[in-house]
């Protein structure tokens, strides 16, 4: 183990000596919780993404943030400041349209208004045969929720598609409860295993890595230790865990994180200082 000062703090690292010679060439961003919280971004983290622009460092941003489409997402983030393209956003939604298309289903969404524009139309001529789940509030309410259930159970073929599973997520008044209670309850009472589409599913992190770079080359930047930091590093990246959003000092993972910083801006304070090693 060795350390480094960073902006005044010194940060223990868990490397082997040719890991601490690697240079990061890519960096996988967390959105909600991590650049921002609602319409506010987190401490410096605008100034802090121009920084990381101006290295080397591919920057792609991965989010399993559900109750917006990506470009209701991409707008919020740009009038609050922040300097990204809409193509740079890649999210478990966008991810769980393209599974819908691919896998050619007609589900029963539990979904945002909003976050249903990333969807294509319902096919009218073909009954139901999935439920795909994401984060929304509005729609989980007992009718609705036993409409899935009983979906699922008229055919033991029909899919429980889960956008992502958060426990919960970060709001202006405090943590918030997520989609993962209301997909274990329906995989609880229907004896299913949904397919789980966002973070921390390895095929959403291989396909967010840009392509040539290898994932140990690769740093994943986030506030949630399950979803982003222990699914990336089970994958071989770096996971630096940062302060902001859903973070909780008790709530310890195994490997720990690479790094702990305060917030997003000391997250890039330390992948530059890394860099110039």
Same mark, same amino acid.
């Given at each position: 183990m060795c350390a480094v000062t960073v902006s005044g703090g010194?940060?223990?690292?868990?490397?082997?000596?040719?890991?601490?010679?690697?240079?990061?060439k890519a960096a996988l961003i967390d959105l909600s919780g991590t650049l921002h919280i609602e319409?506010? =971004?987190t401490p410096s983290a605008v100034e802090a993404l121009k920084r990381l622009r101006d290295t080397n460092i591919h920057i792609k941003f991965v989010t399993n943030t559900t109750k917006e489409s990506r470009k209701t997402l991409h707008n919020r983030l740009t009038k609050i400041g922040f300097e990204l393209q809409a193509d740079e956003i890649y999210?478990? %939604?966008? &991810?769980?349209a393209k599974y819908v298309e691919k896998e050619k289903l007609n589900p029963l969404y539990l979904v945002s208004e909003d976050a249903r524009k990333d969807f294509s139309a319902p096919i009218d001529d073909r009954p139901l045969d999935s439920v795909v789940v994401g984060l929304a509030p509005s729609e989980f309410y007992y009718e609705n929720l036993n409409k899935?259930?009983?979906? /699922?159970?008229?055919?033991?073929? $029909? !899919?429980?598609v889960a956008i992502h599973?958060?426990?919960?997520? +970060? !709001? $202006?008044?405090? /943590? &918030? %409860?997520?989609?993962?209670?209301?997909?274990k309850g329906l995989e609880y009472a229907t004896s299913t295993n949904s397919v789980?589409?966002? +973070?921390?599913?390895?095929?959403?992190? !291989? $396909?967010?890595? =840009?392509?040539?770079?290898?994932?140990?080359e690769c740093v994943m930047i986030g506030d949630d230790p399950y979803d982003d930091i222990a699914g990336a590093m089970?994958?071989? %990246?770096?996971?630096?865990? @940062?302060?902001?959003?859903?973070? /909780?000092?008790?709530?310890?993972?195994?490997? *720990? *994180?690479?790094?702990? @910083?305060?917030?997003?801006?000391?997250?890039?304070?330390?992948?530059?200082? +890394? $860099? /110039?090693?």
């Open positions: 010194i940060y223990k690292r868990l490397f082997t000596q040719n890991n601490l010679r690697m240079s990061i319409d506010e =971004p999210s478990s %939604l966008s &991810a769980a899935a259930f009983k979906l /699922l159970m008229s055919n033991k073929n $029909n !899919r429980l599973q958060g426990k919960y997520y +970060k !709001r $202006n008044d405090g /943590l &918030a %409860l997520g989609p993962g209670a209301f997909i789980l589409i966002g +973070k921390p599913n390895e095929y959403f992190f !291989r $396909n967010a890595i =840009p392509e040539g770079i290898c994932s140990e089970k994958l071989g %990246l770096k996971g630096i865990q @940062v302060k902001t959003g859903k973070y /909780l000092a008790d709530v310890m993972i195994t490997p *720990p *994180p690479t790094v702990v @910083v305060e917030n997003f801006s000391e997250a890039v304070d330390w992948l530059i200082a +890394k $860099n /110039l090693e």
